[in-house]
């Protein structure tokens, strides 16, 4: 595969232009071909910068010819419907996470892609970093699993500014949300959990105005190893670690630094992680490419959409209570 996949930017926002943005400058097996916001004068302005085609909606970008596939990030109750155009008209999806905000969607969606022949991909670049590969690969040295933790927490002062406080537009809180990166690091770690048990709450600012829950519990089990996992938009200092403890030791990752240790505590192995922000979407963009260009699947997300599922299920009940 030589040519350059042509993408169409669908959502303008910061997690574009901050990070998707830089490393399609660079990339040597994607190109920006068009971007598309429902702000036209955003996408006026970005295309004139970028010297391409503006569009204020999906299906006009799709007729022009223009894109072979687009990357889609919006507020996540619109996921569903830009997806099922940019499908509908024969361009494979690399989107931004969540996969969808429900079981009954990600199915759906996941079908719809598998009929036509295209290339569905969410966008988890946690998965292309060194530290969370390298953590993949030691975890064999720990021996047999037991026991894991997981924590990723910020400290956000307004949670009722912009759309993720509003549950018809973000389809819930700090787990569907930030929380989605860290349930798809421990899913490809350790797998599908044979129960999980969740707890939420939204108090953390009684004098705000949002609708979704500010902070996670979960304890999850898998058979002989279980865990828990917190995550929080009202929790400092922000943290963002996972640790396993096993027959043989320990390992522990947080902010690019791998820890392994053995039975009794002490480290026997420890890297820091010198790689650049930009690198991980560079090797997605690569991956996205590898995929369209060889007709490969990429991990499906159902399976991570289903645990959310289960989560805000046992959220509701709490609610009726």
């Known amino acids: ?19 998707h943005l830089p490393a399609l400058l660079v990339s040597k097996s994607c190109s920006i071909s068009a971007v598309c916001d429902s702000d036209a004068s955003l996408a006026q302005s970005l295309g004139a910068e970028l010297g391409v ?22 507020p996540h109750s619109f996921h569903f419907e830009l997806t099922r155009v940019a499908l509908e008209n024969n361009l494979h999806v690399l989107k931004e996470k969540p996969f969808a905000i429900n079981t009954e969607e990600a199915v759906y969606l996941a079908g719809f892609a598998k009929t036509r022949g295209l290339v569905l991909m969410t ?17 064999t040295l720990v021996g047999d699993p037991y026991l894991m933790n997981a924590r990723y927490s910020m400290d956000i002062q307004y949670l009722s ?13 700090c787990l569907i949300d930030m929380g989605y990166h860290l349930i798809d690091q421990i899913l490809w770690y350790f797998g599908v959990p044979r129960s999980i048990s969740a707890s939420f709450s939204n108090g953390a600012r009684p004098f705000q105005n949002y609708e979704v829950e500010d902070s ?53 192995l420890e890297t820091i992680s010198a790689q650049l922000k ?14 369209i260009g060889y007709h490969v699947s990429p991990p499906s997300h159902i399976p991570q959409v289903s645990l959310i599922d289960r989560c805000y299920s046992q959220y509701l009940l709490q609610m009726e209570k």
């Open 161 to 173: 500014e912009g759309w993720r406080g509003s549950d018809t537009l973000s389809g819930g809180g």
């Open 123 to 139: 966008c988890v670049q946690r998965r292309f970093t060194d530290s969370s590969i390298s953590f993949k690969r030691n975890l």
């Open 53 to 74: 085609p503006s569009f204020t909606d999906l299906q006009s970008m799709a007729s022009s010819k223009l894109v072979d596939a687009v990357l889609i990030s919006v």
């Open 1 to 19: 595969m030589t040519e350059l996949i042509r993408i169409g930017l669908v959502g303008l926002g910061g997690q574009v232009q901050k990070n």
């Open 216 to 268: 996670a519990s979960l304890l999850v089990d898998w058979g002989n190893l279980h865990g828990t996992v917190q995550i929080s938009r009202a929790m400092p200092p922000k943290m963002d670690y996972i640790e396993v403890f096993g027959t043989n030791g320990s390992l522990s990752l947080s902010k690019g630094v791998l820890i392994l240790r053995d039975r009794s505590g002490n480290p026997v």
């Open 278 to 291: 930009i690198d991980p979407y560079l090797r997605q963009l690569d991956f996205f490419a590898y995929c």
